[in-house]
């Protein structure tokens, strides 16, 4: 079973850059990626990286986040710049792998003055 270790949420301004990282316990031969769920929302997709590092993003962050992965780590990141009220969600790390989904157990960002 593959163990994710999230960290990097906090509080910060609008207009503030906070970085994610999130390390897995095990291979890099995967796609990794983060989600948020907001209250009383539902999970969204924010970004995803796959082993040959290619990127997705959601349409609502592309611009201001940025994913990156450290393979000998085992660790992806989320830089996230210019964050909005909007941005506030526990933002939860993914590890997929062969249909394999493992998540994190989140951590909260907020984003307010």
């Known amino acids: 079973q593959v163990q994710l270790v999230e960290s990097g949420g906090g509080l910060v301004q609008p207009g503030g850059s906070l970085r994610l990282s999130c390390a897995a316990s095990?291979?890099?031969?995967?796609?990794m990626g983060w989600y948020r769920q907001a209250p009383g929302k539902q999970r969204e997709l924010v970004a995803t990286i796959t082993s040959g590092g290619s990127a997705n993003y959601a349409d609502s962050v592309k611009g201001r986040f940025t994913i990156s992965r450290a393979d000998a780590r085992n660790t992806v990141y989320l830089q996230m710049n210019s964050l909005k009220p909007d941005d506030t969600a526990v933002y939860y790390c993914?590890?997929?792998?062969?249909?394999?989904?493992?998540w994190g157990q989140g951590t909260q960002v907020t984003v307010s003055s």
């Open positions: 095990a291979s890099s031969l995967s796609t």
């Open positions: 993914l590890y997929r792998r062969l249909g394999y989904d493992a």
